[in-house]
């Protein structure tokens, strides 16, 4: 059984910066394609960013593309989530989580997931 755990969240000034953590612990992470996905209460999960195994290829929401970036340590069984020029749309939870495959997907086959760390941007 896969575990994530994320950590990196806060609270932010809006343009300012912050980077996410997803740690994984208890199978092989190389061998998942890992994305990160944000949910309010009481709304549907949205899609942020995915990333391949290898992390040779990347997807990102039309919202936070050239503003994040994915990647991934392999071998600190890592993956981040780079925020910069924060917005306080960008307030919300936000969620790792893993498929046992290396296809880069917008929600579909994740069948992990972290706990959440909430990122809070002022304006």
């Known amino acids: 059984q896969v575990q994530l755990v994320e950590s990196g969240g806060g609270l932010v000034q809006a343009g300012g910066s912050l980077r996410l953590s997803c740690a994984a612990s208890g199978g092989t992470f190389s061998s998942y394609a890992m994305g990160w996905f944000r949910q309010a209460p009481g709304k549907d999960r949205e899609f942020v960013a995915a990333i391949s195994w290898g992390g040779d290829i990347t997807k990102y929401a039309d919202s936070v593309k050239g503003r994040f970036i994915i990647s991934r340590d392999n071998a600190k069984n890592t993956m981040y989530l780079q925020m910069n020029s924060l917005k306080p749309e960008d307030t919300t939870v936000y969620h790792c989580?893993?498929?046992?495959?290396?296809?880069?997907?917008?929600?579909?086959?994740?069948?992990?997931w972290g706990q959440g760390t909430q990122v809070t941007v002022s304006s």
């Open positions: 989580a893993a498929r046992n495959g290396n296809a880069v997907t917008m929600g579909s086959g994740y069948l992990y």
